[in-house]
Nanobody, 118 residues
């Protein structure tokens, strides 16, 4: 199974920026689509942004986040700008399976915690 390792979280003030990184145990080019997900306190895990192997991007959190990948580094990124306290969450990366409910995903990583607070 593919393993995902997220990093880059931390404490950031409202309006600030943060870049999250995700590495995988397999060649990222072998994964059809990747995504960033988050679980905010008291809420279910949700999709933040997805990127497929053709470069097609979809954002569920419009306007402030940017998903990208560096194939040479085998790394997926999430650039977070103008963050708000509502962005406080544990962020995860994973293969994106559009026909599979998030509750059926397996092998989540530990995630990286982002706290937006002054």
């Amino acid at each position: 199974q593919v393993q995902f390792v997220e990093s880059g979280g931390g404490l950031v003030p409202p309006g600030g920026s943060l870049r999250l990184s995700c590495t995988t145990s397999t060649d990222i080019r072998r994964i059809y689509a990747m995504g960033w997900f988050r679980q905010r306190p008291g809420r279910q895990r949700e999709v933040v942004a997805t990127l497929n192997d053709s470069g097609r991007i979809n954002y569920e959190v419009p306007g402030r986040f940017t998903i990208s990948r560096d194939l040479a580094k085998n790394t997926l990124y999430l650039q977070m700008d103008q963050v708000t306290p509502d962005d406080t969450a544990v962020y995860y990366c994973h293969e994106f399976l559009p026909l599979t409910p998030l509750g059926d995903y397996r092998d989540w990583g530990q995630g990286t915690k982002v706290t937006v607070s002054s």
